[in-house]
């Protein structure tokens, strides 16, 4: 099975019960976003899931929220969760908005999941306004506990 299929049919059950996903990383990435944008923003989740914890606080301090996801079960649970939250599935490698759409395209918990990095770096170049802000996050392959998965 290919890591697509894989991540659209399978890791939406494990994320939804996902102890990790409830960690402080979370609510302090989007405590770091808030930060970067102003007040009706628009901003786009790139694996938006189901929009807990991070298009969530954003939402609820005032920005324009999108996202996209590979899990069409994560986008209806985020659509019944957040109907303000204009999401879609989709994928970080082709994301199906237009170009210099956002003020800030963040990528989140995401990024080490999709099988070409430069690809979706591209897109969220793409999607993101000029003079906009891209945020995402990388595994560290050297960290002690990430290199003990190798």
Known sequence: ?????????????????????DTQYNPDIGKFILNLVIPDSLVCDIGIGDGLPIAQILLESGMNVYGVDVSPKLIDICKNYFPQ???????????????????????????????NTMKAINELIRVTKPGGMIVFDIMNQYHVKISKLH
């Open 85 to 115: 939250i204009d999401c879609k599935t989709g994928n970080a490698e082709k994301i199906p908005y237009g170009n210099d759409m956002f003020h800030l395209t963040y990528c989140v918990n995401t990024i080490w999941y999709v099988p």
């Open 1 to 21: 099975m290919d890591r697509k299929k894989y991540q659209r049919d399978y890791y939406a059950n494990s994320w939804i019960h996902s102890k990790h996903r």
